[in-house]
């Protein structure tokens, strides 16, 4: 929990350095110990007594301070951070990082510190862009640096593009995520699958579905957050798999089937929001098909029921969670699916209802158990559902293990 954390805030010197007033506040408001330090730059945009205010402590400007400032000097604050937060974080300060280079007081703090850096970029889009800005990123994400990806919109300088730093509230959840019970779901191992499935007609086509990844996605950080071990079988997706999860990529229901069921046997929990096809091709084509005057006539045949299989292969100590996407008898269909694969638990979506379903940030969902109840959730954020989810499978589990 993030209540009596130290944080330290590194705010840098962009125009959305304002917002980092506010995400002071949040993070005071969820109970976190705020220590601000900021560059130079930062304050020709937001004055170091607006944080001192927010936070109700010292806020750090320079390396050279009076000695009163001792027990914040570089060291100090590196020692004393639960979790360092830069936001917003300019190319220069990413370059710095990137480089070693520590000639104030944040980038030589952060150089000293053994405490998770989180960072924020916000910048121009051509910046930000720039293969010297993405290379530093990398550099960082690599060294285990976590990087609270730039929004798209209006930026400051006129134009539209990604750089801009994400809400305050965005921000303060993400922080929040990583204190959650990190080590609640140690020693388990969870299953994810996400993303919709392609069954190929010929070399350059393919059956599929608006599965963007985004729910399966999320569970699956949900889960790595609370400290399991984590294997992602996602069809393709242009998301970012969550970092420390094992990813396997695979296009088809049978080579999903496959991946599935070569990990089942030592998983503890496993949460299926892939949306999979229910047929594929019969004659894949080998070469690209034509197109003739006549119709064209595809042969399909049905595809494996990979959570039917898990369902029957389930052993007593295993939580088997399913999803059901559904336009109408969300709960009749829903309930059928969980007593016929023999599911504990299904996550019943309406995804006839805008904003709910494939390739939205947000979902609706009702989490219906073997014992018939029933968790009805409002529209909410994926992630924050996917934590719901992975608690109720953790519960669910606890409780099989109990006997
Ligand atoms: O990826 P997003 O854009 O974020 O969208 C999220 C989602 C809408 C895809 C997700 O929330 C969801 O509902 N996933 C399940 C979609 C689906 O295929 O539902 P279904 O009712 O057809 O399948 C029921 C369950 O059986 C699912 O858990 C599915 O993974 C599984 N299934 C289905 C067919 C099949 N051949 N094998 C399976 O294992």
């Known amino acids: ?31 976190a110990k705020v220590h601000v330090v900021m560059t130079k730059a930062a304050t020709s945009f937001v004055t170091e007594l607006t944080f001192r205010e927010i936070t109700g402590n010292p806020v750090t400007t320079t390396m050279w301070g009076e000695v009163a400032n001792w027990n914040v000097e570089h060291i100090a604050l590196a020692k004393l951070a639960d979790l360092v937060l830069i936001a917003p974080a300019t190319a220069n300060v990413i370059a710095k990082a990137a480089n070693g280079i520590a000639d104030d007081m944040l980038t030589t703090m952060l150089l000293a510190t053994k405490a998770p850096v989180y960072f ?12 010297v800005t993405q290379e530093n990123i990398r550099k960082l994400e690599s060294l285990g640096w976590h990087q609270i990806e730039p929004d798209s919109g209006y930026l400051a ?37 996400a993303a919709g499935t392609y069954e190929p007609i010929d070399p350059v086509r393919y059956i599929g579905n608006r599965s963007s990844g985004k729910m399966g996605y999320a569970v699956a950080e949900a889960a790595r957050n609370r400290g399991a071990e984590v294997v992602l079988v996602s069809g393709p997706s242009a998301l970012k798999p969550p970092a420390g999860v094992r990813i396997i990529k695979l296009e088809s229901a049978c080579d999903m089937r496959d991946a599935v069921l070569a990990e089942y046997p030592d998983t503890d929990i496993v949460i ?53 996407a559904e336009t109408r008898n ?48 409002p529209m909410m954020d994926k992630k924050r559902i996917a934590e719901v989810i ?5 519960e669910k589990l606890q409780e099989k293990c109990r006997g």
């Open 1 to 31: 929990m993030i209540k009596d954390k130290n944080i330290v805030l590194g705010v840098t010197g962009g125009i959305a350095a304002y917002k980092a007033v506010e995400i002071a506040s949040r993070l005071r408001k969820v109970g």
């Open 120 to 131: 924020a970029p916000a910048m121009n889009t051509n910046m930000l862009e720039n293969p």
């Open 157 to 193: 300088c006129g134009v539209s593009g990604a750089g801009r730093l994400p809400e305050p509230s965005a921000i303060v959840e993400r922080i929040e995520d990583h204190f959650i019970d990190s080590d609640s779901m140690k020693g388990l191992k969870v299953l994810v699958t």
């Open 272 to 324: 299926k929001a892939a949306a999979v096809a229910d047929y594929r091709v019969r004659n894949v084509a080998e070469n690209k098909i034509k197109k003739k005057d006549e119709e064209l006539v595809l042969v399909l045949d049905k595809n494996p029921d990979i959570l039917k299989e898990l369902g029957q292969l389930k052993k007593p100590n295993q939580v088997l969670v399913g999803f059901a």
């Open 330 to 377: 969300l709960m009749e269909y829903a309930q059928e699916k969980l007593q016929k694969k023999n599911l504990d638990m299904i996550v019943a979506n309406d995804v006839s209802k805008p904003g709910a379903g494939f390739n939205t940030d947000t979902n609706l969902v009702k989490i219906i158990t073997r014992d018939s109840d029933v968790k009805e959730l």
């Open 390 to 394: 992975v608690d109720m499978a953790k």
